[in-house]
C-alpha cells in the first residue's frame, strides 16, 4: 500500500497582498499609520525645540531678551496649562478633590513639551478620572471645563509638533471618546462632546493647513536651491568646456610650430651631424605625439557645432578695440597701463582679456549708466588686472539685469587654471571692483603653465 503526500504550496506575502480588495489595502495601510503614530514609542523623548530668533522682529530685541525670545513657545504652553488649572480650581468646590482636578488639567499639558504623543493618551486618562472624580459636581459629561481646554491644548500642541495624519488620528480617537462616553453614561443633564469635536476640528484644520504651507514652502526652496546649483554646476562645466577650447587651439597653435621648426632646422644647417638630425627628428616625433594626443583628450569638450574660430584669438593688444566697442553702447571706460608692456604667454593675456570683457559686461547688465575703469599692471613675476565700475545714477531710464553671478563663476575659473588670485566686491561708494592677479612664470619655463591643467 503506497501512500501520498499532498503538497500544498504557500504564496509569497506580496502576492497574498495583490489578491486582495483595494479596500482591504486602504483600512490595513490605515491601522498601520495609527500604529506608527499613537502607539509605537509612546513614550519616545521628543523636547520641543527653542523657537528661531533670527527674523525681522528677533533681529530687533536686545542681547538678553533675545535669548528668552526662544523659549516663547514652552512659557504659552505653560501659560495655557497653568489657565487650564485655574478654571479647574474655580469650577470645583475646593479640597483635595479641586487640586487633583487642577493637577490632571495641568500634567498632560506640560507633558507636550517632552512626550507629545504621551500627553495625548495622558489628556484622555485626565478625563476620565477628572470626570468620575468630579461626578455630581458639573452637569457636562464627559469634559469639565478645565479638561475640556486641556484637551484642546493637548491637540493643538501635539498637532504643531507631529504631522497632519496624527492630527487625524487624534481627532478620530476623540471622537470616538466622547461617543462611548456620550452614550455610556446617558444620564447626565447634557453633553460637550460636540462642542469639542467642532472647536477641535476647526484647530486641527487650521494646524493642518499651516503644515501643508510650510511643506509647500520648504519644498519650492528646496526645489530652488537645487536649481540654483545644478545652474551654476552648468555654467562652470560650460566655462570650463570653453576655456579647454582656447588652451587647446593656444597649445595645439605652439606644437604644431614646434613640429615644423624641428623639421626644417636640420636644413638649415649645412652638413648636420647625425646626432643633430636624430635629435631634432625625437623632438619632432614628440611634437607630433603630444599634439595628437592633445587633440585627442581635449577634442572631446568641443560642442557637435563647434566648429574652431578662424580669426586668432584675442590677446590685450586687442583691449583698445574691445573698450571702443564698449563705449559705442554708452559706457564711459577708461583705461590705464602701469609696467613695462611685454609680451606674456597666450593662455594669460587670453584669460585676462576675457575677463575684462565679462567683467565690463556685468557693468553694462547690472549697473547701466555708470563709469568704468581697466588697469593694466605688469608686475614682476605676474599680470595684475583691475576692473572698478561706479555706481548706477539714481534716476536711470534703464533697469539692471538680474544676473546669478556666472560671469563672476567664469572669472573664478580662469584665474584658477593659471594658478592665480581673484578678488570682487562692492565698492564703498555703491560700485562693484573685480581684482586679479595672474602669475606668469620666468622665461623658459613657459611651459609649466599649462602643466597639469589641459
Known sequence: MTETTTHTQTPPPQAEDRARSP????AAGALRGLREDLFREVLAYRPMPRAAVDGPVGRMLPGRLKEYAGWAPHIAVGALGGLAALVSLSRTYGGVGALLCALLALAPVLLTLARPVAAFWLSLLATTVTAVAMDGYWGVWPWLPGSFLSHLTVLTVVAIRTRPRTAAWMWAITALYGFLAENGFAWHESSDVAPMLFLSALILLAVTVRHTHRQARQEVSAQQTATAHERSRRTLLEERSTIARELHDVVAHHMSVVAIQAEAAPYRVENPPPELEQAFATIRENAVAALTELRRVLGVVRAEDYEAPDAPQPTLADLDTLLANVRETGLEVGKTVTGAVRELPQGVELSAYRIVQEALSNTLRHAPGATARVEIAYV????????VNGPPPAPSLIKPSP???????????RVTMLNGEMTDGPTDDGGYEVTVFLPVPAPGTDSELFEGRT
Open 403 to 413: 544676473g546669478a553671478g556666472h560671469g563672476i563663476t567664469g572669472m573664478r575659473e
Open 23 to 26: 479596500e482591504f489595502r486602504l
Open 380 to 387: 614682476l613675476g605676474g599680470l595684475g588686472v583691475r576692473v
